[in-house]
């Protein structure tokens, strides 16, 4: 049975011709059109697949085209499903 308890999970898109062209750019400007680019898509993906408030995105990972967000497993099931994400993981803390 899945937790309603919210957890760190990690997110990371499939592959996005616009990111690349963006990434691509190796200027100051093109640095933070990418920022701006990944974060709003990664917003929206998010609003468009949960409820406001039912979850809390933590960052983007600019780099490799991911975000860390807190959600349920429940959540992450339905993200998974979602035809733009590639991978969905939870956090694991290594002691």
Do not use: C, W
């Amino acid at each position: 049975m899945a937790s309603e308890e919210s957890e760190l999970y990690f997110v990371f898109m499939n592959y996005d011709p616009e990111y690349e062209r963006l990434r691509s750019k190796r200027t100051k400007k093109g640095s933070y059109e990418l920022d701006l680019y990944i974060s709003k898509k990664h917003d929206e993906l998010l609003a468009n697949t949960f409820e406001p408030g039912s979850y809390i995105k933590r960052l983007s990972l600019v780099i490799v085209d991911g975000f860390a967000v807190e959600i349920t497993d429940d959540q992450a099931n339905v993200l998974r499903s979602v035809k733009e994400v590639r991978i969905v993981e939870k956090n694991q803390e290594l002691a």
